[in-house]
């Protein structure tokens, strides 16, 4: 049986026939079958009701972009993003078990680390609704091969490590609301698990989130340019495996 999938393209924005993208890149360890739930459906279920979710049986991803732009991210960061992603994992073999809240440093060498950040923008850019795409200025980011413009005003994109049996999340923009003091803010996020990381993307920087560490830096640098770095993950384990949530991750983290 063969669907047809047409729509916007979350990339260009061009009404066309949809491809398949593997959210991560399908050699970043995105083989397995994926349940996917959206921010709505996720927060339903949270508070116990029934929840549609879609079953993948290709690995997690969507039916979110035009060929071309499928095949440009592919070419141009989803490489480089499995390289980054498979010398994490090798890394991560040769420890013990990690516990929750545990911090591990890695070092990076010769990486061009500007495409490993777009292909995370990419990713985030299947979940988002084109318009906020548009808003963050992905689209012009992602179609111009060099670009390392963003607006760091809009949004803060952070990163972890996840445990593989809740690597896989998916979640479009939810609110959540985070204590503070005798009240509660409400912030606008977007969460993404994708064995060995997770990534935040914060839309209302201005109330910054806590988990993670940020990496806005990864936009410093040209696209060619190739970088020697240390970066410093935490990992998080989230509340429930059966049913991960956006930020919802086991206490203490400090
Ligand atoms: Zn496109």
Same mark, same amino acid.
Request: net charge positive; aromatic share 14%.
């Given at each position: 049986m063969s669907e047809t999938h047409e729509g916007? *393209?979350?990339? *260009?924005?061009?009404y066309s026939k949809l491809t398949f993208e593997h959210i991560p890149p %399908?050699?970043? !360890?995105?083989w397995y079958r994926a349940k996917i739930y959206n921010g709505d459906e996720a927060l339903k279920r949270s508070k116990g009701a029934q929840a549609k979710y879609c079953n993948l049986q290709q690995g997690m991803g969507k039916y979110s972009l035009c060929q071309s732009c499928n095949n440009n991210t592919g070419a141009w960061y989803a490489q480089t993003y499995c390289d980054f992603a498979m010398d994490v994992v090798k890394s991560l073999h040769k420890l013990n078990q990690l516990e929750h809240g545990n911090v591990v440093e890695f070092t990076f060498k010769n990486c061009p680390i500007l495409q490993v950040v777009k292909q995370i923008v990419a990713m985030f850019c299947s979940i988002l609704p084109y318009d906020e795409v548009q808003r963050l200025g992905f689209d012009k980011l992602l179609l111009e091969k060099e670009s390392n413009t963003v607006n760091r005003k809009l949004f803060d994109l952070r990163m972890y490590l996840t445990p593989i049996e809740t690597g896989q999340l998916m979640c479009g923009p939810s609110v959540v609301f985070v204590k503070k003091d005798e009240s509660a803010e409400a912030i606008r996020v977007a969460d993404l698990g994708a064995y060995p990381f997770g990534f935040i993307l914060n839309l209302?920087?201005?109330?910054?989130? %806590? &988990?993670g560490g940020s990496i806005?830096?990864? !936009?410093?640098? %040209? &696209?060619?340019e190739k970088c020697d770095f240390k970066l410093s993950l935490v990992y998080l384990e989230r509340r429930s495996v059966d049913f991960p949530l956006p930020l919802v991750f086991k206490e203490p983290i400090d």
């Open positions: 916007l *393209c979350h990339i *260009c924005g061009k %399908k050699q970043a !360890f995105n209302t920087p201005e109330t910054p989130v %806590k &988990y806005m830096d990864m !936009f410093n640098v %040209k &696209y060619d």
